[in-house]
T-cell receptor, first 109, second 118 residues
Framework: GQNIDQPTEMTATEGAIVQINCTYQ??????LFWYQQHAGEAPTFLSY??LDGLEEKGRFSSFLSRSKGYSYLLLKELQMKDSASYLC??????????WGAGTKLIIKP | GAVVSQHPSWVICKSGTSVKIECRSL??????MFWYRQFPKQSLMLMAT?????????EQGVEKDKFLINHASLTLSTLTVTSAHPEDSSFYIC??????????????FGPGTRLTVT
């Protein structure tokens, strides 16, 4: 079956860097998505990784290691507006997204 | 980027009534749309997968006769919550997959509909 693990909650300071980890077990692999979800809003797409390595997109970067079943989302120069839940998701064999429970990121001034 | 709209954004209804939620892809065609439900402080829960022109596929534990899904065109899917009860109060979110992007295309989410059943 499919299983995705990520920390429930993390706290970081404005201006700092934070890394949110995600581990997964899947029968096959069709890539890994990261989404951001602010409270009371729908998720918004952040990144999609299908090959090993780091992909940088502005202040946000996403890393994937397929051999380790591991990904992380790296957020730099944290801003208060980055306070949100960050969801890791992988497509199953039918290409439906299997969602992690999400990591609630709290940014303190 | 691709835009998905939902209507209404919030609705309050009385127990026993039905509510219809619309999901539209505004600038792309979507053969597949997904309906999710999210309770407070919980993760997204997939309810059903809606394919244009065919019957929806429901996840285990989701009553297909209670949550009616119609995907009549490549840009519109509707979810009707029939005989709503207070326990159906939740945040309902749809997403759509871009036809041209194929199966690995990202899902674009609508803004969600907050349903409160009194």
């Amino acid at each position: 079956g499919q299983n995705i693990d990520q920390p429930t909650e993390m706290t970081a300071t404005e201006g700092a860097i934070v890394q949110i980890n995600c581990t997964y077990q899947t029968s096959g692999f069709n890539g890994l998505f990261w989404y951001q979800q602010h409270a009371g809003e729908a998720p918004t797409f952040l990144s999609y990784n299908v090959l090993d390595g780091l992909e940088e997109k502005g202040r946000f970067s996403s890393f994937l290691s397929r051999s380790k079943g591991y990904s992380y989302l790296l957020l730099k120069e944290l801003q208060m507006k980055d306070s949100a839940s960050y969801l890791c998701a992988v497509p199953d064999s039918n290409y439906q997204l299997i969602w992690g429970a999400g990591t609630k990121l709290i940014i303190k001034p | 980027g691709a835009v998905v709209s939902q209507h209404p954004s919030w609705v309050i209804c009385k127990s026993g009534t039905s509510v219809k939620i619309e999901c539209r892809s505004l600038d792309f065609q979507a053969t597949t749309m997904f309906w999710y439900r999210q309770f407070p402080k919980q993760s997204l829960m997939l309810m059903a997968t809606s394919n244009e022109g065919s019957k929806a596929t429901y996840e285990q534990g989701v009553e297909k006769d209670k949550f009616l899904i119609n995907h009549a065109s490549l840009t519109l899917s509707t979810l009707t919550v029939t005989s709503a009860h207070p326990e159906d109060s939740s945040f309902y979110i749809c997403s759509a997959r871009d036809l041209l992007a194929g199966d690995m295309g990202e899902q674009y989410f609508g803004p969600g509909t907050r349903l409160t059943v009194t």
